[in-house]
């Protein structure tokens, strides 16, 4: 069946390493893809996402590639802040329905000063 | 533009009751949608909402269910609480025409804990 696998956390970096978060998934037909934040106490926010092959999504310094070839959308920063502490969930989407979208694990990602 | 709005935050009952929890979506948003998510299962789909008609439901027993009024607020219900329901339960939104494909908003959640 369809499915997102993520890097199990926690990872832990200090401030301006760099991050990746490793994705890959699994989808019978052409995926959108996305990456979603949670930070402590509030719900999830849409991060970045990629509707197909070879589109690169990017926000906040954040960016992921949509990699068919691999299956693969893994979540890169080149310089972390201790404010990009949170859990980051990578997911996809078959449909305009919620109960299209099937989301990985998460990972939660500690920033040290 | 106010954002999703869920309440309460939090929730403390004991086994065997009953809990309602609400969802205001962003004003225009006509789909609503559930998810339970807990450490061990991570995000699970309970329900979609959409103009007060139950479009999908997820791989929950009876005792979850939900309803969306004309308004688009929407409501769920838990039944017979078990120590497994301990949970933050999620509320999201979408635009309408995108739909989830294109985004989800989601609200702070409310946190269940059953005892």
């Known amino acids: 069946g369809d499915s997102v696998t993520q890097m199990e956390g926690p990872v832990t970096l200090s401030e301006e390493a760099c991050l990746t978060i490793?994705?890959?998934?699994?989808?019978?037909?052409?995926?959108?893809l996305f990456w979603y934040v949670q930070y402590p106490g509030e719900g999830l926010q849409l991060l970045l996402k990629a509707t197909k092959a070879d589109d690169k999504g990017s926000n906040k310094g954040f960016e992921a590639t949509y990699r068919k070839e691999t299956t693969s959308f893994h979540l890169e920063k080149g310089s972390v802040q201790v404010s990009d502490s949170a859990v980051y969930f990578c997911a996809l989407s078959l449909g305009s329905s919620a109960s299209k979208i099937i989301f990985g694990s998460g990972t939660r990602l500690s920033i040290r000063p | 533009k106010a954002g999703v709005t869920q309440t309460p935050r939090y929730l403390i009952k004991t086994r065997g009751q009953q809990v309602t929890l609400s969802c205001s979506p962003i004003?225009?948003?006509?789909?609503v949608s559930w998810y339970q998510q807990t450490p061990g299962q991570g995000l699970q789909f309970l329900f979609e909402?959409?103009?007060?008609?139950?479009?999908n439901k997820g791989n929950f027993p009876g005792r979850f269910s939900g309803r969306q009024f004309s308004n688009s607020r929407s409501e769920m219900n838990v039944s017979t609480l078990e120590l497994g329901d301990s949970a933050l339960y999620l509320c999201?939104?979408?635009?309408?025409?995108?739909?989830?494909?294109?985004?989800?908003?989601f609200g702070s959640g409310t946190q269940l804990s059953v005892l």
């Open positions: 999201a939104s979408s635009p309408p025409a995108t739909g989830a494909n294109e985004k989800l908003f």
């Open positions: 004003s225009g948003h006509r789909s």
């Open positions: 490793n994705c890959t998934y699994t989808a019978t037909g052409y995926p959108s």
């Open positions: 909402y959409f103009s007060e008609t139950q479009r």
